[in-house]
């Protein structure tokens, strides 16, 4: 199963949240439990699970997708729109955006 097919199960399981993409994640140092730590520290926010990192060997950065609660994803959503982190002194511009069904491939 793929990791889309299983958050969207799981987002059918708990309809009460959302899925957001984070974008241009640092191959060489970024992991679920820091990117959860980076996303408390930018939002105030934990999250109940981890970010689930998409690792595609062909692409220069990482992606992640992260559900949101729809209580609170129009608050986190604006701060992970355009974000930067700093790691190993270097400094990286990510960028968020919510899941969108319709510009999916099928």
Do not use: W
């Not at 957001?20 to 939002?43: A, E, G, H, M, R």
């Not at 997708?65 to 729109?81: D, G, V, Y």
């Not at 960028?95 to 969108?100: A, S, T, V």
């Amino acid at each position: 199963m793929k990791i889309e097919e299983g958050l969207q199960n799981q987002l059918k399981t708990y309809p009460e949240e959302k899925l957001f993409y984070i974008y241009d994640l640092p191959k060489s140092v970024i992991t679920n439990i820091l990117l959860s730590k980076i996303i408390k520290d930018i939002t105030g926010f934990e999250l109940e699970s981890l970010p689930q990192i998409i690792r595609n060997p062909d692409k220069p950065f990482y992606s992640a997708m992260i559900c949101i609660p729809n209580n609170r994803f129009e608050e986190i959503s604006k701060k992970l729109r355009h974000f930067e982190i700093n790691l190993l002194r270097f400094k990286y511009s990510l960028r968020g955006l919510p899941y969108d069904k319709d510009l999916t491939f099928a």
